[in-house]
């Protein structure tokens, strides 16, 4: 945790981040730690600005096999009712910062915490108890990103939009294997808080979408994940195009 | 070497064919006999009906890992004047089969082999030694499609077109990221030869080429590789999209 905050946020602007994580079915045959290091120093070769991980010991693995990475700590927790949180809790941050992350990302929806916590006060929490770590509010809505940028987050993602039961509404079936990006969240953020790093993240499957968040919307920097690290992913769409479950 | 030849053919109707091949870069992360065969595996998992697999080491490997598999067995060869053939010898032909390949997969183009030898005369060799393997002739044009079928190939693919000297005159720049697939081949052979297994392969990248492939222009199946197979490929196109080096 060396890195100047400022320098760290500065390194992503224009660039591709990779997200790469551990497909959730069981049975996936690429998914050890070891291969998440491997995969995130694969895409750091070819050209991405820094990688997204989920849990302590990928993010850990990762820094080990690549010391100099820009490196995004997550984790993710699945409860009983359906939701899953990013980043839930102070321990899931710990653990993120003590495993080598330059980043730590974190759920800023409205949604309380199962315990009760809100997101707020948690983002709070952490503030105070890392202030030299930068932190990415992962949000699904306008109100959520600004009320993420007025308390000083240093980056904001529109991460989640479309996964929050009060954003789910807004997705458009235009595209034929899943709904598009939020462009229109991101053209929002960024002409209201024209100097704020606004990370388009969240259903980019194209680069023709990458292309546009950066250059028509301005995006400070743009997060892939599956199209480039999940193959068992990427073979089911190209498996509905030939088997024809799908129209345009 | 147990499976009947035209069950073999069969099976492959109306699938999606994955080429697992190691990056041809150095430094690549991902890419020893071990990750090809897992990488296989994964893909016939999600839904692939036959992997397209480079080289001995790789071929076992999967073989191994896979004991069910329907594996396509290519070799390639780089020679000093920038051609590269596929399975260019019958010492290839034999470590393909020796490895486990379902099938072979060979040049069937016009060109000469560095030897002298003639496409033709290397397959009609080849089917003699070995008449209970299925051969796979990857052509570049019309002619050298139909000399394969005349010839009693078992499956012509349409892989070289664009890549021999006397095709790559006919691509189109229709793809911001590359060429497309020789569609108007494709269509040609499928109404010329209605009953043929033609595989459409060479440049298919979305899952929306492969849809038009089987359903529009009536190919037997798909054969795609970088989209699913190499992230540093993909990576690339997503990096060169972020930077705007270009345009639709």
Chains 1, 2 share one sequence.
């Not at 890195?3 to 390194?11: F, L, R, Y």
Request: overall charge positive; proline content about 4%; glycine content about 6%.
């Amino acid at each position: 945790m060396t890195k100047n905050k400022q320098d760290v946020v500065a390194s992503l602007r224009g660039g591709l981040i990779v997200s790469c994580q551990a497909e959730p079915k069981k049975g996936s045959q690429l998914y050890e730690p070891r291969d998440i290091a491997r995969m995130a120093k694969e895409v750091l070769q070819a050209g991405a600005c820094a990688v997204r991980i989920c849990g302590y010991e990928d993010i850990r693995e990762t820094r080990n096999l690549n010391p100099n990475a820009m490196i995004i700590g997550i984790t993710k927790s699945a409860y009983y009712d359906g939701r899953v949180l990013i980043t839930p809790d102070i321990k899931s941050i710990d653990q993120i910062v003590d495993a080598g992350a330059d980043i730590v990302a974190m759920d800023m929806t409205k949604r309380t915490r199962p315990s009760g916590i809100t997101s707020l006060s948690l983002y709070l929490l952490a503030r105070e108890k890392y202030p030299d770590v930068v932190f990415m509010a992962d949000c699904s809505d306008f109100d959520e990103c600004t009320l993420a940028i007025n308390q000083g987050a240093d980056l904001v993602g529109t991460t989640l939009s479309g996964y929050t039961s009060y954003t789910k509404n807004m997705l458009r079936r235009d595209k034929w294997h899943e709904y598009g990006p939020d462009f229109g969240l991101l053209n929002r953020l960024t002409k209201t808080f024209r100097d704020k790093p606004i990370i388009a993240e969240g259903r980019y499957r194209t680069p023709e979408q990458c292309n546009k968040a950066i250059h028509l919307f301005d995006a400070w920097a743009v997060c892939v994940g599956s199209q480039v690290t999940r193959p068992r992913e990427i073979v089911r769409w190209h498996v509905q195009a030939v088997k024809g479950e799908w129209t345009k």
